[in-house]
C-alpha cells in the first residue's frame, strides 16, 4: 500500500466511526509524512477529536484501516499505540493530580528494579532522572518535581503532560487542543516545545482552533466539516480566508472582517 | 490556619513551591493533642497519669488491632476512590467459618465431628479463601459492572452477614484447638496488625501496586489512558482488603474462643474512621498506611480515655461520630484550598 510512497508515515484510509445512529467520522483518508507537523482544524463536532481517538487507540474505528509505517495497524488499547510508538496528549489532561512528576511521566510504564508483577518495587531514582532529562529537552523548568501536580499551574501541567509524549513517541505525536485552557505565556511556551519537536523530527498532529496559531506552527492544514475530510492546504499557499470556508462550508469573501482568523 | 496560608502561597506559579504539611503530621499533632488532653483530665479527676501506664498503652493497641487490620485494607481502597461497606460482615463470616475448621475433637457438638483437630494452616487457609472470595466478589462487581463501590459492599454487608447467621443457624462456634487460639492470644494481634501495616506500607510506597492505587484514585480516566489495567487493579485491592478482613475475622475468633454471627458489626465504620482521620482522602488518591495507623492509635487513645475517666460507652460513640466528620469536613476544606485548574 505505502510502498510506492516511501516516506509516509501514517496513513488512514475511509476511517469510519459510527455512535450508534451519529455519524462522527466518515470515510477520511488522511496522510501523514515523515517529520511533518500538520494541523486538524474544523468546527465543533467536525470529528477532529473523534479521527484522534481512533488513531491513539481509544476507541476503535466502525470501518477503514489505519497504516503505521506501512503495517495495518489494530489498536485495541491507547498502550498499544503507544507501543507503537504514537503519544497523545489530550483535551482533558491525562494526569493523575495527586502524584508527582517523575510518577506522572512514567505513568503505567514505571521503570522497576525486578519484575514481581504488581508488587515490582519501583526504581524511583531512574524515573527521577530521566525525567529531568525529558523535561530539559523540551525546555521545561519545573522548581520541585517532587510536587504533586495538583500544586502547579496549567501551564506546568500541561508542559508535564507534552515532555512525557515528547519523551517517549519515538514516532509520532497528537496533542488535541494543548493550549486550550493556557494563558498567553504558558501558550507560548507549549509553542515552543512543538518547534523543538519539529527540530527533531517527530511528526506531530496538532488539533486546534487557533488559526493563528496553526500557521505559525504547522506545515499542512487539514479541514474537517461535519465528520467528513472537507480538504488539505499547505500552510504556506494558503491563508485564513480559504480555511475558514473550509471549515464553514460557505465560499471565501464573508470571512475578511472576521474576527475567528 | 497556618496551613491554609501555605497553600495559598504554594499555588503561586512561579514561586518556589513549599509542600503544604502533610495529612500525617496534622494526625499526629491531633494525637499528641488528644492524648495529652486525657493526660490532664487524667491527673485532674482521677489523680494519676494516662499515658504513663504500660498496662493501659498495650490494652489500648490491642484493643485496636483487629479493627486496624481491617482498616489497613479499607486504606487501599479508599486510594483508590472506592470504599468498603462489607469488612464488619465479612469478619463475622470468616470467623463462623474458619472457626468450625479448628474445633477440637473432644467438643462433642462440632460443626464438623468429622473434621475436628485439624492442623492449624487448614483453618488459617480456609478464612483466608472465604475472605478473598468476598473481597474478590466485590472487585468484579465494581470494575465490570461499574455499580458505585457503596452499593456493591453494601450488598456484601447484607449477604456475608447472612451467611454468617446461616451457617450454624445462629449458633456460636467454639473450643478452637491451641494451635488457632494462639492467632489471637496475648499480642498477637498487635504483632499481626503491625506485620500487616508493614508490608502494606511497603506495597504501597516503593511498589507498582502502590503507584497504580494512587492514580486510580486520583484520575482513573488519566490512569486508564495511560495504560494501567484499572479493572484488573480494582479486582486485586478490593480482595486485598477482603483478605485483611477475613484475616481480622479469625485474630478475633481465635482472640475470644468463639466465633459468633454477629461479631464484627459497625467494625467496617470503625475501620473508615480510622483512616479518614489519619488523613486518608475520601475522594481517593491521597493517604497513607502510616497515616491509618495514627489514626487507630487516636481511635484507641479515645476508647481508653473514656474508660479511664470512667466515662459511659454511650459518650465515645458519640465523641466517635464527631471527629469523624471532623475528619471528613477538614478534608473538604483542605481540597477547596487546592489550586485547581479542572
Known amino acids: 500500500m505505502a510502498g510506492e510512497e516511501r516516506n509516509v508515515i501514517l496513513r488512514t484510509e ?65 498502550v498499544d499505540a503507544r507501543e507503537a510508538g504514537i503519544e497523545a496528549v489530550f483535551q482533558n489532561l491525562a494526569l493523575a493530580d495527586d502524584l508527582d512528576v517523575p510518577s506522572n511521566i512514567f505513568l503505567g510504564r514505571e521503570e522497576t528494579y525486578f519484575n514481581l508483577g504488581p508488587f515490582s518495587f519501583l526504581n524511583e531514582k531512574k524515573m527521577l532522572q530521566r525525567s529531568q532529562e525529558a523535561l530539559e529537552k523540551t525546555g521545561v523548568k ?92 499547505e500552510a504556506d499557499k494558503t491563508d485564513g480566508n480559504e480555511v475558514v470556508s473550509l471549515i464553514t462550508g460557505v465560499q471565501s469573501g464573508v470571512h475578511e472582517n472576521a474576527s475567528y482568523i | 490556619m497556618a496551613n491554609q496560608a501555605q497553600a495559598v502561597s504554594g499555588s503561586a506559579a512561579d514561586m518556589p513551591q513549599k509542600r503544604p504539611r502533610s495529612h500525617e503530621l496534622n494526625a499526629l499533632l491531633g494525637l499528641v ?29 490491642l484493643q485496636v488491632s483487629v479493627v486496624g487490620i481491617i482498616a ?94 446461616w451457617y450454624t443457624r445462629g449458633q456460636p462456634v467454639s473450643f478452637p484447638t491451641d494451635s488457632f487460639a494462639a492467632l489471637g492470644q496475648g499480642m498477637t494481634p498487635v504483632f499481626v496488625f503491625l506485620a500487616i501495616a508493614l508490608l502494606f506500607h511497603i506495597a504501597l510506597k516503593y511498589t507498582v501496586y502502590g503507584k497504580h492505587t494512587y492514580a486510580i484514585g486520583s484520575n482513573e480516566q488519566a490512569a486508564r489512558m495511560s495504560g494501567i489495567n484499572v479493572e484488573r487493579h480494582l479486582v486485586l485491592v478490593y480482595t486485598i482488603a477482603g483478605l485483611l478482613a477475613g484475616l481480622a475475622g479469625m485474630v478475633i475468633a481465635a482472640r475470644g474462643l468463639t466465633a459468633q454471627a454477629g461479631m464484627g458489626i459497625m467494625y467496617e465504620l470503625d475501620a473508615i474512621a480510622m483512616a479518614v482521620i489519619g488523613g486518608v482522602s475520601l475522594s481517593g488518591g491521597r493517604g497513607s498506611i502510616v497515616g491509618t495507623l495514627i489514626g487507630a492509635v487516636i481511635f484507641g487513645v479515645i476508647i481508653s480515655g473514656f474508660t479511664f475517666l470512667r466515662l459511659d460507652a454511650y459518650y465515645q460513640e458519640m465523641i466517635k461520630g464527631v471527629i469523624i466528620v471532623a475528619a471528613v469536613v477538614a478534608d473538604m476544606y483542605r481540597q477547596r484550598m487546592r489550586p485547581q485548574s479542572r
Open chain 1, 142 to 233: 519545573i522548581p520541585n518535581l517532587h510536587n504533586s501536580i495538583a500544586n502547579m499551574s496549567g501551564g506546568q501541567r500541561q508542559c508535564v503532560a507534552i515532555s512525557r509524549a515528547a519523551s517517549f513517541a519515538s514516532k509520532l505525536i497528537l496533542m488535541d487542543e494543548p493550549t486550550a485552557a493556557l494563558g498567553v505565556q504558558e501558550t507560548t511556551q507549549v509553542e515552543n516545545i512543538i518547534r523543538g519537536l519539529k527540530e527533531r523530527g517527530i511528526p506531530l498532529i496538532l488539533v486546534s482552533h487557533n488559526l493563528r496559531q496553526v500557521f505559525n506552527l504547522v506545515d499542512k492544514i487539514w479541514v474537517f466539516r461535519r465528520g467528513r475530510i472537507a480538504g488539505m492546504l
Open chain 1, 14 to 78: 475511509g476511517l469510519t466511526k459510527h455512535y450508534g445512529g451519529v455519524h462522527a467520522l466518515e470515510d477520511a483518508d488522511f496522510e501523514l509524512l515523515e517529520g511533518e507537523h500538520v494541523a486538524i482544524v474544523g468546527d465543533n463536532g467536525a470529528g477532529k477529536s473523534t479521527f484522534v481517538r481512533q488513531i491513539t487507540g481509544v476507541e476503535r474505528p466502525t470501518a477503514g484501516k489505519i497504516l503505521f509505517e506501512g503495517r495495518e495497524m489494530e489498536f485495541h488499547s491507547p
Open chain 2, 33 to 61: 493533642g488528644i492524648a495529652l488532653i486525657f493526660e490532664l483530665l487524667g491527673w485532674i479527676f482521677q489523680g494519676q497519669s494516662f499515658l504513663f501506664n504500660t498496662q493501659r498503652l498495650s490494652i489500648m493497641i
Open chain 2, 72 to 165: 489497613i485494607g479499607v486504606t487501599q481502597v479508599i486510594i483508590t476512590g472506592g470504599i468498603d461497606l462489607s469488612s464488619g460482615s465479612v469478619v463475622g463470616a470468616t470467623a463462623m467459618i474458619a472457626m468450625s475448621f479448628a474445633q477440637v475433637s473432644t467438643y462433642p457438638r462440632a460443626v464438623y465431628p468429622e473434621l475436628t483437630d485439624l492442623p492449624v494452616i487448614v483453618p488459617i487457609l480456609v478464612g483466608l479463601a472465604c475472605g478473598i472470595v468476598a473481597g474478590m466478589i466485590n472487585g468484579l462487581l465494581i470494575a465490570f459492572t461499574k455499580i458505585p463501590p457503596f452499593i456493591a459492599t453494601l450488598g456484601m454487608m447484607v449477604t456475608a452477614r447472612g451467611i454468617a447467621k
